[in-house]
T-cell receptor, first 115, second 117 residues
Framework: GAGVSQSPSNKVTEKGKDVELRCDPI?????LYWYRQRLGQGLEFLIY????????KSGLPSDRFSAERTGESVSTLTIQRTQQEDSAVYLC?????????????FGPGTRLLVL | AQSVTQLGSHVSVSEGALVLLRCNYS??????LFWYVQYPNQGLQLLLK????ATLVKGINGFEAEFKKSETSFHLTKPSAHMSDAAEYFC????WGYGGSQGNLIFGKGTKLSVKP
């Protein structure tokens, strides 16, 4: 079956603009995660959704970052008033449940460049 | 709190040589540990995971890792490197908090593996 897909694959924006990044998880996966990968800094957790529970937003770096998920379907990560330090690869992952043993399946990422 | 340390941001080996990528973890609870690989311009792919069953875990592409509680380590090895193994490798631990698993992974900073012909 299809894996996790993300769009766009690349996004160039100007400082101060808003951007929306989209993630389509694997069908039937109830858990969805967003991570950020900045150059030389590894992957940082941003937010995760599990079914209809309230999302865990503890990794969001500022209130300019927000995310939504429609049921157990697509998710959108929005960054408002982008800053140059937001430049990174944004990775989405999904798993069949949020259990800690579960394998997370990653999408190819969206490469964001803020000029 | 949990954390992961990967020793060596860049490792270079010759084709056919042993691959050893080091990972040490810190966790106040029994950890679940993962190794992921990232090829250029691609997402992460699971190589193997430790979830408290056998301490020696075998994964894809001939990789394996051994969980050593006494050393708080989960090093990744492969007996004979191939050119196709050139990639970045990430060790990760599941985050736990009050009430149990928080679901997300805490990653090390990654190790880039180069394979020389």
């Amino acid at each position: 079956g299809a894996g996790v897909s993300q769009s766009p694959s690349n996004k160039v924006t100007e400082k101060g603009k808003d951007v929306e990044l989209r993630c389509d998880p694997i069908s039937g996966h109830t858990a969805l995660y967003w991570y950020r990968q900045r150059l030389g800094q590894g992957l940082e957790f941003l937010i995760y959704f599990q079914g209809n529970s309230a999302p865990d937003k503890s990794g969001l770096p500022s209130d300019r970052f927000s995310a939504e998920r429609t049921g157990e379907s697509v998710s959108t990560l929005t960054i408002q008033r982008t800053q140059q330090e937001d430049s990174a690869v944004y990775l989405c992952a999904s798993s069949s449940t949020s259990g800690s043993r579960e394998t997370q399946y990653f999408g190819p990422g969206t490469r964001l460049l803020v000029l | 709190a949990q954390s992961v340390t990967q020793l060596g941001s860049h490792v270079s080996v010759s084709e056919g040589a042993l691959v050893l990528l080091r990972c040490n973890y810190s966790s106040s609870v029994p950890p679940y540990l993962f190794w992921y690989v990232q090829y250029p311009n691609q997402g992460l792919q699971l190589l193997l995971k430790y979830t408290s069953a056998a301490t020696l875990v075998k994964g894809i592409n001939g990789f394996e890792a051994e969980f050593k509680k006494s050393e708080t380590s989960f090093h990744l090895t492969k007996p004979s490197a191939h050119m196709s193994d050139a990639a970045e490798y990430f060790c990760a631990v599941t985050r736990w908090g009050y009430g149990g698993s928080q679901g997300n992974l805490i990653f090390g900073k990654g190790t880039k593996l180069s394979v020389k012909p």
